[in-house]
């Protein structure tokens, strides 16, 4: 299948996911293409919310943003990206994103060989066109787009990724540090994250009055002070659970940018979540995690790495895979304080995390 312009390919683009979850565990794969492509200019094809999560990273040559709602809204917008594009002279392109769009784009693009999932009635674009593997033969998600650069040919049959690194510059700690430090959070403390929201839909999203009682008892455990992460979207979550707790919990759903989102992150203790991006982004960062789970399943979405742990109550409808629940939330009604807390305690033994907090 690998056609010449791949032995020796000076020139790649990629179309990134569209959610940050996604391309987080979209990451191992794009390593692997560096890995194989050494010499290769590799170029990102990433929408703006996402793009940040690719700075700083080895695999990544450049990128280019594509904006749908600035510079590339409309037929117009669209084209011009286009035009981009095929003045890139692009050797191949990888499409990690699925929809028929990106496909489209690239074959408009003029770009020779264009590879990605046999999804959304595409594949009369590709030239690769990669049958999509069952979920029990790809297993996590971060595999699913290792799969896609194997079965083209282009890569050995890949191991599951135990741990996935997100790195972050000097100048990006210093400015969360700085940050917290104006905020009245200076010197060593433990800074518990919860991430409340999911960007998914209501269905991955715990209970908010559980995760104001939570909040409260970890607190107590040890001396924490807390930090509400989220999107804008997000935020009428994050002061539902302040207004809900006896400590007041640092707001900062909505305020940052991703790459501040993540320079704050890495400067917690322990992070308790939803299935979502914040999730990927902690695991990534290196921070324990306690990751709720619901409707979802964590062997296909769980977060990587031996610092993270799963909460997760078994119920038979589970995982339905839906944005909103049908029924009466059994997944989620069904996941205690309790459970959580134990599971933060023990977490925090296990990787060696005390309660600290200047005198
Ligand atoms: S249908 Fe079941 S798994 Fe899905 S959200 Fe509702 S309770 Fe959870």
Redesign the pocket.
């Known amino acids: 299948m690998e056609s010449h312009a791949l032995t020796h390919p000076r020139k790649i683009m990629v179309r990134a996911t569209n959610w940050i979850g996604d391309g987080v565990m979209s990451l191992p794969a794009l390593q692997a293409l560096r890995a194989r492509f050494p010499s290769a200019e590799i170029v990102l094809v990433a929408k703006p919310w996402v793009s940040e999560l690719y700075w700083r990273l080895p695999a990544v040559s450049r990128q280019i943003v594509y904006s749908p709602d600035g510079e590339h809204r409309g037929a117009k917008g669209f084209w011009r990206l286009v035009s981009t594009l095929r003045s890139e002279r692009f050797d191949a392109a990888v499409l990690f994103q699925n929809a028929f769009h990106a496909a489209w784009m690239a074959w408009r693009a003029g770009i020779p060989v264009r590879i990605g999932y046999a999804r959304d009635g595409r594949s009369g674009l590709l030239t690769n066109a990669v049958e999509t593997p069952l979920p029990a033969e790809y297993g996590h998600q971060t595999n699913y787009y290792l799969q896609l650069l194997f079965r083209a040919g282009l890569i050995p049959p890949p191991q599951p990724a135990d741990e996935i690194r997100l790195v972050l510059a000097e100048a990006e700690m210093d400015w969360a540090a700085k940050h917290l430090r104006k905020q009245g959070l200076q010197g060593p403390r433990f800074l518990l994250g919860l991430n409340p929201g999911a960007s998914f839909g209501p ?1 991955k999203r715990w209970l908010l009055h559980r995760y104001a009682l939570l909040a409260d008892r970890l607190v107590g455990a040890f001396h924490a002070d807390v930090l509400i992460f989220g999107s804008r979207a997000e935020r009428a979550l994050a002061e539902e659970i302040a207004r809900s707790m006896k400590h007041t919990p640092l707001i900062l759903a909505g305020e940052t940018s991703l790459r501040q989102l993540m320079a704050l992150l890495a400067q917690c203790r322990l992070l308790v979540t939803n299935d979502s991006g914040p999730m990927h982004l902690a695991a990534a960062l290196g921070l324990p995690v306690v990751a709720i789970f ?2 979802t399943d964590e062997r296909a979405t769980g977060p990587v790495g031996a610092r993270t742990r799963i909460v997760k109550r078994p ?1 038979a ?4 895979g ?1 944005r909103e ?8 009604q069904a996941v205690t304080v309790d459970d959580v807390y134990m599971t933060a305690l023990r977490l925090a033994k296990e990787v060696g995390i005390t309660h600290e907090r200047p005198a």
Do not use: E, T, Y
């Not at 409808?317 to 339905?320: D, E, F, G, I, T």
């Not at 629940?325 to 989620?332: A, E, G, K």
């Open positions: 269905a619901g409707s119920v409808c589970s995982p339905c839906l629940c049908p029924i009466d939330f059994r997944c989620m």
